[in-house]
C-alpha cells in the first residue's frame, strides 16, 4: 500500500469524510522521481463542526502521527466542515510553486 493509499484510509475511518482528496504534490518539490513526500489534504467532515481550525489540525496529525514523523515532509490542510466547503464553492486555493533546495532562483 503506498503511503498516499495509508493515509486516504486513515482519514476515511477516523473523520468519515463528505468529501476527501489527498494530493501527492511531491513531484513540484526537489524530490526524487515517485515520492511520497509531500501532501495536500482537502477533509471536509462534520467531525470538524464546532472545533477551531488549530483543533481540526491536531486532530489530523494525531491520526497520521506516524507517518508525519516518519514519510511525510509536508501536508497542507484544509479541513472544513459541509457548510465550510459549500460556503467555498466546494474549491480550495491552488498550492504554490516551491521554491525551496535546487529550485530556487
Known sequence: M??????QQKLQAAFTPM???VINESDNHNVPKGS???FKLVL?????????LLARH????????EELQ?????????????EDWF?????????????????QA
Open 58 to 65: 491536531r486532530q489530523v496529525n494525531k491520526v497520521l502521527a
Open 87 to 103: 460556503n467555498h464553492g466546494g474549491t480550495v486555493r491552488e498550492s504554490p510553486e516551491c521554491l525551496g533546495g535546487s529550485k
Open 70 to 82: 516518519r514519510d511525510v515532509h509536508a501536508l497542507t490542510m484544509h479541513t472544513m466542515t459541509p
Open 44 to 52: 471536509v467532515s462534520r467531525a470538524f463542526e464546532g472545533e477551531s
Open 36 to 38: 511520497e513526500s509531500h
Open 19 to 21: 468529501h476527501m482528496e
Open 2 to 7: 503506498t503511503i498516499q493509499e495509508t493515509i
